[in-house]
């Protein structure tokens, strides 16, 4: 393997705020080469974190601000861009540490594969630029040549078929253009559930590992059969975690009674010691609201306990109308729903469990059930931090999923590397 004191090295595309990077470097066995990712709070809080956490003292040259679809610009430098400033490109950064990529792992934006985006978009996203992404992530791995991948989105992308042709297959196939296998049934073995690895949260995911078909002795199929069929499931936790045991032991935050103040803060205390918990700020409509929902949720003979009704409350106090409901109260003894990125617009499908409380979640304690650590900073506007927890793959999550990919490195002898300049590398048009 390419690496330096026996660890495998990463690149990490559509890096986010690092959950996957968080999990890679929580199993100790990988050294994070190069991330990419555009958004300048999500870059800027990985960057933190790689330094502040994981003692990477060049962690502000590791993680590029850069659009991965400008992928020439991207491998080679960049020159004055208005957005994103000036850069050397991966290919001097990576090359510059001496080192090649052992794995490539990340995943496209998903919203343009989500069942629910292609609901809320009149064109079914149809016309999405984001369904093409994973395109320019092959191109990458084509132009790198790692051993392996790791891909993560929702598992809606197993249905999605913009053009009429099912992505699924349009993955599959550019992948072995460029010399990687996927397991043959992915719909059985690929798609995950978070909670089942210690994560509080219903959180189905696609994972795609990958890997190059001369890198490993034997056949692929049977590798990747062993991988998801043996190896990752020894990983899964003996008992899921509950949305109490994650969240309920953290400081309570109650609202406002002092009039003057209620204009700026509807809930009090304005700050805690707790990095990134504090509320958004609720009308007095809501709170009564989310203390209804809360107490009702405690109740033998529940008021709202069907869809339409909830429908119907949100259309009473708000005149509008919706055709999912819109409030959702998390249920203490069970896994949260999936945390996502709406967050970032309102939390009425998270709201907390707490009547005492009468709000929905804080950023930390949509990060505690995407099981971050509580010593992980997020930077930016509060609502570029929902954005990128709810965007973020949970790092338990991916711990087991790094844990998995480095005992099958451990365990499967590599092939001789053929001295011939892949034809790969080659033909790719970047």
């Known amino acids: 393997m390419k690496t330096r004191n026996n660890k495998i090295t990463t690149l990490d595309l559509f890096a986010g705020c690092g959950g996957l990077t968080e999990g890679f470097e929580m199993a100790d066995c990988f050294e994070t080469i190069a991330c990419v990712e555009w958004e300048k709070s999500a870059r800027d809080t990985l960057a933190n974190r790689l330094r502040s956490k994981w003692g990477y003292e060049n962690a502000e040259d590791r993680v590029l601000r850069f659009d991965v679809q400008r992928t020439r610009e991207l491998l080679e430098g960049w020159g004055d861009d208005p957005e994103y400033g000036s850069g050397r490109g991966l290919s001097n950064l990576i090359e510059k540490q001496g080192k ?3 794995l490539v792992v990340g995943g496209p934006p998903c919203q343009a594969y989500s069942i629910a985006g292609r609901i809320r978009d009149e064109n079914g996203m149809e016309n999405d630029y984001r369904n093409f992404l994973f395109e320019t992530y092959i191109k990458l791995v084509a132009h790198y ?3 392996a991948i790791v891909f993560e989105n929702v598992p809606g992308m197993l249905s999605a078929r913009p053009g009429g042709v099912a992505i699924i297959e349009r993955v599959r196939e550019s992948f072995k253009e460029v010399g990687y296998s996927l397991i043959n049934d992915i719909g059985r073995h690929a798609v995950l559930d978070a909670s089942e690895y210690g994560v509080p949260q219903n959180r189905k995911r696609l994972i795609l590992f990958g890997i190059r078909n001369d890198s490993f002795e034997g056949d692929p199929q049977e590798l990747l059969e ?3 069929s043996r190896i990752l499931p020894s990983f899964k936790v003996k008992k899921k975690m509950t949305v109490a045991e994650a969240i309920l032991d953290l400081p309570k935050l109650v609202p406002n009674q002092n009039q003057k103040e209620r204009a700026k803060f509807s809930h009090l205390p304005k700050s805690t010691d707790t990095l990134n918990h504090k509320p958004r700020f609720h009308s007095e409509r809501d709170i009564r609201i989310f203390q209804e929902l809360a107490l009702d949720g405690m109740r033998r003979e ?4 069907k869809i339409d009704d909830l429908k119907e409350l949100y259309t009473k106090v708000t005149g509008k109308v919706s055709n999912v409901h ?36 804080t950023v930390r304690e949509a990060a505690r059930l995407q099981s971050f650590s509580d010593d992980f900073k997020f930077l930016g506007s509060t609502g570029d931090q929902y954005k990128m927890v709810g965007n973020a793959v949970p790092p338990r999550f991916a711990k087991a999923i790094a844990d998995s990919v480095a005992f099958f490195f451990a365990n499967n002898p590599v092939q001789q590397e053929s001295p011939v300049v892949s034809p790969w590398k080659i033909s790719l048009q970047i």
Do not use: C, M
């Open 226 to 228: 062993d991988f998801y």
């Open 302 to 305: 529940r008021k709202y306990k």
């Open 326 to 361: 819109k409030y959702y109260v998390l249920e203490p003894q069970k896994q949260s729903n999936t945390i996502v990125s709406h967050l970032h617009k309102d939390g009425l499908r998270h709201i907390h469990p707490d009547p005492e409380q009468g709000r929905s979640i």
């Open 145 to 147: 040549r790692p051993r």
């Open 100 to 102: 090649g990529v052992d």
